[in-house]
């Protein structure tokens, strides 16, 4: 919860995280925990928000903390191909998805530094990204990472030069407008996210930029817990029947909680 409540404050000030060294905390006290659990995808998601939103001011900062360092390792970490995807429960591909795009999205923020931007290749971050257009079935065919993965190469491409991704093979990625790489790359028909859905949010992205994909992310983040909180709740049937607003779920979660309190007290 600390790590999410970080992410927020975020989006609107950065300064008091800087003044408190927050980065630096926040990434020594989460390795051991990660050691100790495969499957930290929320937290992460939260750790990388947190991540990409100082990125925008503070790349330096975030480069010496760690950050970096945390950012490519969990994106190399991330192999949907050796995993099932028909198999896995859809909240966790869509946790990985919104991991994979602001990881992007910082990675192309922290690329404004050219010495950054040559950590990123060596680390192989670009190379990681490249799979990310390339290999559909790595993002689960998902348009918002795409996005995301092409603006972050066209980014580094500024700091690294175009050498680098002929070695690569991926000079179609930064030499052509990323419209056009975006049709030629976009895959929508395996996508868990609903193609009409898909099309609405590329058309904005592709107006606004990748802030909105980390909005975007969050919103979905708030969605997805406001589910996982129905799903603890004792519903009467006629409530599971019907979409329950955040508010009715919140008043229902207070009450059941107030319950549970007057139990352990009598």
Do not use: W
Not at 15 to 39: A, G, P
Not at 114 to 124: C, D, G, R, V
Not at 172 to 189: E, T
Request: with cysteine.
């Amino acid at each position: 919860m600390s790590c999410a409540a970080l992410a927020n404050i975020s989006f609107m000030n950065t300064d008091s995280l800087i003044k408190y060294d927050t980065l630096t905390i926040v990434l020594n006290s989460i390795r051991q925990r990660f050691e100790s659990s495969m499957d930290q995808s929320l937290l992460k998601d939260q750790i990388i928000t947190l991540l990409a939103n100082m990125s925008q001011k503070h790349q330096l900062i975030v480069v010496s903390s760690g950050g970096l360092i945390f950012l490519i390792q969990t994106l190399l970490a991330i192999d949907i191909d050796n995993n099932d995807n028909r198999t896995m429960e859809r909240s966790k591909i869509l946790s990985i998805e919104r991991i994979q795009q602001k990881i992007a999205v910082a990675l192309a923020r922290l690329g404004n530094h050219k010495s950054t931007a040559k950590i990123i290749y060596k680390l192989n971050g670009v190379s990681k990204l490249i799979q990310l257009c390339k290999e559909p079935k790595q993002r689960n065919y998902s348009d918002t990472v795409l996005l995301a993965s092409i603006a972050a190469l066209k980014r580094l491409a500024q700091s690294i030069g175009r050498l680098p991704f002929k070695e690569l093979n991926a000079l179609d990625l930064i030499d052509s407008k990323l419209q056009d790489i975006f049709i030629q790359y976009s895959i929508k028909n395996e996508s868990l996210v609903p193609i009409q859905q898909q099309n609405s949010i590329t058309i904005v992205l592709l107006l606004i930029g990748p802030k909105l994909l980390l909005l975007h992310a969050l919103v979905r983040n708030v969605n997805d817990g406001f589910e996982r909180l129905r799903n603890h709740l004792p519903l009467l049937p006629n409530q599971r029947e019907k979409r329950l607003s955040k508010v009715e779920t919140l008043r229902l979660a207070i009450s059941y909680i107030k319950h549970l309190q007057n139990l352990l007290e009598s």
